[in-house]
C-alpha cells in the first residue's frame, strides 16, 4: 500500500514504563487505515489494517481487559521469543 501523506505516529499506551514503547499507531488524512509498527525496529516495516478493523479490534480488546479485571487471578504474561523488549 502507497503512503501518498506523512503518517503522524503515538506510541501506544500500555507499550510499558521502562521508558521505551513497543508499538507505534499511526495515520494519515488521506488513508482510511492505522499503521502499526515496532517502535525498536521502524524500518522492519509496518502493518496497515483498515480503520474500520481496528476500531473493532479495539472493541475487542477493551471488552476482554474489562474481563480480566473481573478476575481474582489474572493470568501472567508470557515472554515471546524473538521478540525484543520495549527499550526504543
Given at each position: 500500500m502507497?503512503?501518498?501523506?506523512?503518517i503522524t505516529w503515538r506510541k501506544a499506551?500500555?507499550?510499558g514504563n521502562n521508558g521505551g514503547a513497543c508499538v507505534e499507531v499511526g495515520t494519515s488524512a488521506d488513508a482510511?487505515?492505522?499503521?502499526v509498527r515496532d517502535t525498536v525496529d521502524r524500518e522492519r516495516g509496518m502493518l496497515a489494517v483498515p480503520a474500520a478493523e481496528w476500531r473493532r479490534f479495539i472493541v475487542a480488546i477493551k471488552a476482554l481487559?474489562?474481563?480480566r479485571d473481573q478476575d481474582a487471578?489474572?493470568?501472567r504474561s508470557?515472554?515471546?521469543r524473538g521478540v525484543s523488549s520495549c527499550q526504543g
Open positions: 502507497g503512503v501518498t501523506s506523512v499506551s500500555y507499550s482510511p487505515v492505522v499503521h481487559s474489562t474481563t487471578d489474572p493470568p508470557r515472554k515471546i
